[in-house]
Every structure is written in structure tokens, then in C-alpha cells.
């Protein structure tokens, strides 16, 4: 049972876009499962009396929940009450969701008002018409079926144990709930563009409303260094701001540029770094310079609260484990993070790829795109605007499904669809496995475990060739930059039931020895832009990580950040070629 006073994540969830007239719905909520998805035939949704209790925005299979029920669950029941004023009613009402594991369907004060599809994105729904002043009550459906081959569904278990690289089920509400009161004019959403030659960055704002004016300000450190009035016509407005002050957003510093946007008597505040990246041939640069990308694979896992870390700590506190081992960002795996951990990531510099949790969908079928690409897309438009995104990976090792090949146009088209929806970054069409003829960056998974089997891969990379070992063959990469964006799992303390890739060294010293024989071949190699180490932490049976599952470490760090921050032959060369 979970105490009704218990409320964990408090902190406003998108830093992004943020008003200060908000509502807090985590906390005890009534629950109740319904394994025969019967509960709508049988009205629950007009439900008074619930047995059960549990803490939200934790997932039914976590500690944290109070539920700590692992076996599957079609769907299961929420409910809670919350109270109005008149005041407060005299504004447009929204609740939003962070994030429901997989469909979800609303009731407010027993009137259905909305539904969502996809367990990764984020929702909101206007219940101005259905609340009232006083108590409220609202009623959350949600259905979990991640053996359906209808929904991407990640690293999430299709047995009933966690097992190999699956792992503990997500089901239900995972991210916060909260209610916003907005006035009849308001900012629907923001887009920044930045323009780093002209000193400058292109803002594109959704209105709602009749209003025609916006005021638009900019600070740097408190420092006002860039402001616009604009007349709207319609609903949307394009426009540019000169700054005062050019400050970059780079990789180990978070430049970040405070923005305050004033519709009438809604006021937005957000946030944007100056930071772009391109690509050239063969070359990865941001801001015009080559950097080389030292990631590790972070899957957001957590011991108590699975997909959900128990307080925002413990969200930076990944970032900060990663920096102290010498990594300067990570490749976010099989799982979209919540719109508060990039936060951190932008604040402190911390460079991201970001990819959807592609796992569970039948690829080989023509349905595959309507369970994904709407939530993809949703996915793409809430996280466009931060800085430490680099680049887009939608889809993940597509493996045939039951004996079904995946359609290669359905990666092509996920691929030409997210090119379009965002022409300032890069997209890796599938990491790993086959890629179709368009990607942006051709990334290889290499889990050979012998150091001298490892760089015979690549050394004929000065010919732009490769060995791939997911497809047994070289590979001719012509202008492609190249990135190695799974290797090591290199296993230690794995036990009875635990597991990494290859053999356990038989002693510290010997696993410090393979971590550097590994990656030395990368960093000495000019031809491969960056490479991503599997992975930070444990996950369950999962043996592999750098850390333990509780976030202890295993080895020295000293020594894996020496590791780490060995020159790469990568930014020398270009360096060099540059200046000649």
C-alpha cells in the first residue's frame, strides 16, 4: 500500500516549455487491474470504491509504485480526484501526460474526453467542458500488450522473467501528471532554429487565439541580448532575434539561452543553446569543428522505479557518472528519456543520440507504420528544440520477426520522413544489423571480443571499408562517417544467472587491460568519428555495466577516465588537414 500523502517528482516536467500556473497530480492514486479489458463494458469509469492504492508516476511493476505486480497485465485502471476553484476555471483547463505505457483512454468526471496511442511520447487533453469547480474526478485506462507485435515496446520482456537484453515490464503511467490553466489566447508551441554565422536564432511560435501580438525576450546569465514584438497574422509566427552576446553550446559546456514568451496573459518560459551540426563527407562537426563522439549506451533503467527515476538527482546523477568515466554523452537505447533528463543533458553539455523504442513491432508487416511513425513523429516534435540531441536513430536492429523479414520501405520511409521533420540533424536509418541505402551515418554493433579481431575491422578504413560482423562481410562506406555505436559489454560480477559479451577477465587489472585494448583501436583509428561502450550500469541480469545496477562503481574510475580521454585520431587529422 502507498501512503495517500506520498508525492515524488514534483519538479515542473518540461523545462522546455513552462508555465508557472501548473498542477501536480503525482501521487497516491486509486488502481485496480483488469487482465480481461473489461473494465470499460463494465464501467469503471464511474468507479467510487477501489481496493487497491498506487503511487504515480511510478509503473505497477516497480518497488516505488507500492503495486509490485511482475507478471503481465493487459491493462489496468486508474483513478484519483482533484479540486477546481471558480478562478481557476475562468481559464482553459489542460491535463497532460508525461508518458502512458501503451494506449490510453480518459474520463473525467465519467465523460470519455480523449485517448493517446504510444507509451513513449507525450499527450495533453482540453478538459475545460468536462471539470467543474469543486472535486473532480478523473479515470485512466491503460492497455499493455507487448507480445502484440503491434507496438514498439523496447527492452521490455516478452516473457514472463526478464531475460538476455530484455528486461522488467512498463506498463501504465510513467511520467507525471499534471494540469495546466491557460488563458483563451496562449502559445500552442515553440521551435528554435539557431543561426550561429548571422549571430542569431529563428523562432517559430503556435498561437491559439485572436491575439495578434507577441513579445519575445532573450537572456543569457540574466543578461538581456536579444528581444522582437511581433504581429501575428493567423496562427503562426517566423521570426528571427539578433543576439548581443554569441555564446556556443558545446560538448562539456551547456551554454544555455533563457527565453520568455508573452501571448496576451499567457506567458511561456523556455530555453535553446547555439549549437549546430553538419556534415561533411566522411566528417561529424559541430559548430564547424570536428569533435569525436565518446558515448556509453544509457538504457534509463532504475533499480526501485524502472523507467522512472525517483527523483530528478538521480536523473543527473547518470549524466554526472558518465562525465566522471571520461564519456562525453551517450546513445539513449531503446527508450525515448523523459523531456527532464534532457534537460541535464543540456545543461551540462552532454551530447545525446536519441532513438524510439523500436523493439517489440512486427517490421515485416505494412501495419508497423501506423503503430510507429505517429509516435515517432510526437516524439521528434517535443525533443527538437534541445541542444544535446545530435541525432535521430529511430529504429533499432530490425531482426525478422518470427521468422518474418522486416520491409525495407518502412525503414526508408521512417528514414525520408524524420530527414524531413528535421533537416538540421543527422539520422542513423537502423542502428545496427542492415541498413537500407540511405543513412546519414553508416554505425556498426561489434561485440568481438578478442582485441585483435576488433581492429582487423577497420583497418582498412583509409580505403573506406570495413568488416560489419552483423552481416559477415566488408562493406564498402564510401563518404560515410563512421561510428561504432555498440562494442565491449565487457561482463564483470555476472554470477549464477548473470551475463555480458564474451568471457569474464579474470581479474580487474585484466578488465581495465581489455576496456583500453578495445577502445584504443578506435581512438587511433582517423577514419571512425566516435563509438559508444556498452554500457554505464547493469540492468538485471544484465552483467556488463561499468556501474552496478544500484549505481556502484566496479572499477577505478581514474583509470577508466584515462581510457576515455586518449587523444582521437579523428580530431587530429581533421585539425591538421584544416589548418594546411
Not at 470504491?49 to 509503473?59: A, E, L, R
Not at 556556443?248 to 527565453?259: K, S
Not at 583497418?459 to 562493406?475: F, G, H, N, T
Request: net charge negative.
Amino acid at each position: 500500500m502507498v501512503a495517500n500523502n506520498l508525492m515524488m517528482r514534483q519538479e515542473f516536467p518540461d523545462p522546455q516549455f513552462e508555465r508557472k500556473n501548473w498542477m501536480n497530480l503525482n501521487g497516491s492514486w486509486d488502481f485496480s487491474f483488469d487482465f480481461g479489458k473489461s473494465g470499460e463494458t463494465r464501467r469503471f469509469f464511474e468507479r467510487k470504491s477501489w481496493k487497491q492504492k498506487i503511487n504515480v508516476p511510478f509503473c505497477p511493476e516497480s518497488e516505488l509504485s507500492g503495486v509490485h505486480y511482475l507478471d503481465f497485465m493487459s491493462s489496468v485502471w486508474y483513478h484519483r480526484c482533484f479540486s477546481i476553484n471558480a478562478d481557476q476555471l475562468k481559464e482553459k483547463v489542460f491535463i497532460h501526460f508525461g508518458a502512458i505505457n501503451y494506449r490510453a483512454q480518459i474520463w473525467v468526471n465519467g465523460e470519455k474526453c480523449g485517448d493517446h496511442l504510444g507509451g513513449y511520447s507525450s499527450f495533453s487533453l482540453d478538459i475545460t467542458t468536462f471539470v467543474k469547480a469543486g472535486e473532480n474526478d478523473i479515470h485512466i485506462w491503460a492497455i499493455n500488450e507487448p507480445r502484440s507485435g503491434r507496438q514498439p515496446c523496447g527492452k521490455q520482456s516478452r516473457t514472463y522473467a526478464s531475460e538476455g537484453t530484455a528486461y522488467s515490464r512498463v506498463t501504465g503511467i510513467w511520467q507525471t501528471v499534471w494540469i495546466e490553466f491557460v488563458p483563451e489566447d496562449y502559445v500552442k508551441s515553440v521551435k528554435f532554429t539557431p543561426n550561429i554565422s548571422a549571430q542569431s536564432v529563428g523562432i517559430e511560435v503556435a498561437t491559439v487565439g485572436t491575439c495578434s501580438h507577441l513579445d519575445c525576450e532573450i537572456f543569457y546569465q540574466g543578461r538581456l541580448c536579444g528581444e522582437r514584438v511581433i504581429d501575428i497574422s493567423g496562427t503562426t509566427a517566423v521570426f528571427e532575434v539578433s543576439l548581443d552576446e554569441l555564446h556556443l553550446w558545446e560538448v562539456g559546456h551547456g551554454r544555455l539561452y533563457d527565453v520568455h514568451l508573452k501571448l496576451g496573459q499567457d506567458e511561456i518560459y523556455s530555453y535553446f543553446g547555439m549549437r549546430e551540426v553538419s556534415l561533411s563527407g566522411e566528417r561529424f562537426l559541430m559548430n564547424g569543428r570536428p569533435i569525436f563522439q565518446r558515448l556509453v549506451l544509457d538504457q534509463g533503467y532504475y533499480p526501485e522505479g524502472l523507467y522512472t527515476a525517483a527523483t530528478e538527482q538521480e536523473l543527473s546523477r547518470d549524466i554526472e557518472l558518465s562525465l566522471a568515466c571520461g564519456f562525453n554523452g551517450a546513445r539513449l537505447h531503446q527508450k525515448a528519456f523523459e523531456p527532464r533528463f534532457l534537460y541535464h543533458c543540456d545543461r551540462l553539455g552532454y551530447i545525446v543520440w536519441a532513438e524510439q523504442a523500436s523493439w517489440g513491432l512486427d517490421y515485416s508487416s505494412p501495419a508497423a507504420l501506423e503503430h510507429f511513425l505517429p509516435e515517432w513523429l510526437e516524439i521528434m516534435n517535443r525533443d527538437i528544440n534541445h541542444p544535446a540531441i545530435i541525432g535521430w536513430c529511430p529504429l533499432n536492429e530490425t531482426s525478422p520477426y518470427r521468422g518474418r523479414s522486416p520491409r525495407p520501405e518502412l525503414t526508408r520511409f521512417v528514414y525520408q520522413i524524420t530527414k524531413q521533420f528535421d533537416v538540421t540533424r543527422p539520422c542513423i536509418d537502423v542502428s545496427g544489423f542492415v541498413h537500407t541505402e540511405r543513412t546519414d551515418v553508416y554505425d556498426t554493433h561489434d561485440y568481438a571480443a578478442d582485441p585483435q579481431t576488433f581492429a582487423k575491422h577497420y583497418q582498412k578504413l583509409d580505403q573506406r571499408v570495413l568488416y560489419d560482423p552483423q552481416i559477415a562481410r566488408e562493406i564498402n562506406v564510401c563518404d560515410l562517417p563512421v561510428f561504432v555505436s555498440e562494442y565491449g559489454g565487457i561482463p564483470w560480477n555476472v554470477g549464477s544467472q548473470g551475463w555480458g559479451y564474451g568471457n569474464q577477465p579474470e581479474s580487474k587489472e585484466l578488465f581495465i587491460k581489455l576496456f583500453r585494448d578495445l577502445m584504443v583501436p578506435l581512438l587511433n583509428n582517423p577514419g571512425i568519428i566516435g563509438f559508444c561502450y556498452t554500457q554505464l550500469y547493469d540492468i538485471e541480469q544484465e552483467k556488463n555495466g561499468l556501474f552496478t545496477f544500484s549505481r556502484q562503481p566496479k572499477f577505478d574510475l581514474q583509470l577508466i577516465r584515462q581510457v576515455c580521454n586518449q587523444h582521437a585520431a579523428y580530431e587530429e587529422s581533421l585539425e591538421a588537414n584544416k589548418d594546411e
